[in-house]
């Protein structure tokens, strides 16, 4: 398994007796990869696939500028990935991100707000600048700004931002640099982002970095470790991939990962693309690498490819434990992410969206309604008041308000493949909330929150469904149920000590979808 990955994630109601666990690492075929260099690749709702590209040396074109001439610039680039996960063919960025005075690439994206974060770099000095471009409420990005504050300087490069956040939900910026400060050449750091703006960058300190450099810098929030590469002493040759646990200045000591995965050439820009819902392990991501079978033209070190890392998940040996009698662990779904069972459900903190409110509509998106609740977890498990329940709390969260949140991306994955088609699809969808409140308020509650799922269906990955909404070629069918028609959870909840965070009362408050009809 991958060194270094956090006890957090383990799951409350397993134990890995053992791992036996094998990473493969797969080259990327043309036309994703070229006889140039491919760095920095990361999929995008699990549709596109987003990477940087820099043309082969025999077929860059010189552009004039009044610097001079200046080699073709490494742009970002995009690749359909299709259901069965054939990559389609890729072409230079449609988001407004490209400079063709620049490179551009290394880009990052926030999971809560969607913003994107990315390089910029100068084609002759190779001084790169960090910017931003805030999510459009609908489709798209706003036009890119450089962040200001401190991250980026005239004399030094800041570069390969990675996104994690605290505890309040701010931005922690991870990047690399060779700023004042550094242990030698280049460094991990990191700054806060308020807005567009930086606060002071701090080193991340010896135990992530070291006399040598310390660059690509990837932040896995689900397990709390950083991934990064370095050309330190102890390598298996040129840049290998390490990780540390921690976060922000406080971190444990740095260890190489998982020796199949490095290789005697550099390895770069290690990300995770997808874990175990349950688990949080680790099962899929990419890497960039020179190593021997990358395409080039003349020298084989020259140029980078991206190559994809998969752990084979059946040579796991799960053995399942004990579980608390007080609600069995079968009442929590445990679903294949790549399989659509219903109804799925989307649950919500108590009162969401807009508290209080007595209409029956919302403008927030189930997607901010989610993040906020997931943010919640260690409330929700505090106020547990034995150990069997906090455990059966923490899966709550981990497989039914994340891991049907990631269910439901899937579904609107395969949504947007049946439009694709011609085809006409009907989401149909209840609503419900917890008997705190009378029955005619919960009702309206009950809309609010269908419509705040309708809201995040609209602006979904920049209001793609916008216009299959508009001439109805995508509908949704409407049934808010308020308490009326709830399951024996209310029963359970009247004898609740706690009628807001307990979990009959926290399984309570959810909207299923019922159905997705295909015409």
């Not at 969260?397 to 991306?409: A, I, K, L, P």
Request: hydrophobic fraction near 35%; proline fraction near 5%.
């Amino acid at each position: 398994m991958l060194a270094c990955v956090s006890i957090a994630f383990l799951f409350p109601f397993f134990s890995f007796h053992s791992l036996h666990a094998q990473y493969r690492v797969e080259h990327l075929s043309k036309p994703i990869n070229t006889a140039g260099s491919e760095t920095g690749a990361f999929v995008l709702g699990d549709t596109v696939l987003v990477y940087s590209s820099l043309p082969p040396a025999s077929q860059r074109r010189k552009i004039t500028s009044f610097v001079g001439l200046r080699p073709a610039p490494m742009q970002l680039y995009q690749a359909r990935i299709a259901r069965n996960g054939k990559l389609g063919r890729p072409h230079a960025d449609r988001w407004g991100l490209n400079d063709k005075g620049k490179h551009s690439g290394n880009i990052a994206i926030d999971p809560l707000t969607k913003d994107l974060y990315f390089t910029r770099g100068n084609l002759v000095t190779q001084r790169c600048d960090i910017f931003v471009a805030k999510k459009k409420k609908r489709r798209g990005w706003e036009k890119p700004v450089k962040l200001a504050g401190p991250i980026n300087s005239s004399n030094h490069t800041a570069t390969q931002p990675t996104i994690a956040h605290t505890p309040e939900g701010n931005v922690i910026l991870y990047f690399a640099s060779d700023r004042p400060g550094t242990l030698g050449g280049m460094d991990i750091w990191y700054t806060l982002v308020e807005g567009t703006t930086t606060t002071e960058c701090v080193n991340l300190g010896p135990l992530v970095n070291s006399s040598s450099d310390e660059i690509t810098p990837f932040y896995d929030p689900r397990n709390g470790v950083l991934y990064f590469s370095s050309n330190r002493e102890g390598g298996k040759g040129g840049y290998d991939i390490y990780c540390a646990d921690g976060a922000r200045n406080r971190w444990r000591q740095a260890e190489g990962v998982c020796g199949c995965l490095n290789s005697e050439q550099n390895d770069l820009y290690f990300n995770i693309v997808r874990h175990d819902s349950v688990t949080g392990r680790p099962l899929m991501g990419f890497l960039a690498s020179n190593r021997s079978d990358s395409y080039y033209l003349n020298d084989s070190l020259c140029c980078n490819d991206i190559y994809e890392w998969k752990v084979d998940s059946a040579e796991w040996e799960v053995v399942i434990d004990t579980v608390p009698d007080t609600l069995n662990h079968e009442s929590i779904s445990h679903i294949p992410l790549s399989t659509f069972h219903f109804p799925l459900f989307l649950y919500f903190h108590n009162d969401e969206p807009d508290p209080t409110s007595r209409k029956g509509t919302t403008e927030i998106s189930y997607a901010d309604c989610q993040r906020r609740y997931a943010q919640l977890r260690g409330e929700y498990v505090g106020r547990q008041t034995s150990a069997g329940d906090s455990a059966l709390m923490e899966e709550f969260f981990d497989s039914c308000v994340v891991g049907n949140y990631e269910r439901v991306e899937a579904l609107f994955d395969y949504v947007e493949e049946q439009l694709d088609e011609g085809k006409g699809v009907v989401l149909t969808i209840s609503g419900y909330a917890s008997p705190v409140f009378q029955n005619e308020y919960n009702q309206l509650l009950s809309e609010r929150r269908i419509a705040s799922f309708i809201n995040m269906l609209s602006a979904w990955r920049g209001g793609l469904f916008a216009d299959a909404m508009d001439d109805h070629r995508l509908t949704v069918e409407q049934k808010p149920m308020g308490i009326d028609q709830l399951s024996t959870l209310n029963s359970q909840l009247s004898t609740s000590q706690d009628p807001i965070y307990s979990l009959p009362a926290a399984l309570a408050r959810r909207i299923e979808i019922l159905s997705c009809e295909i015409r």
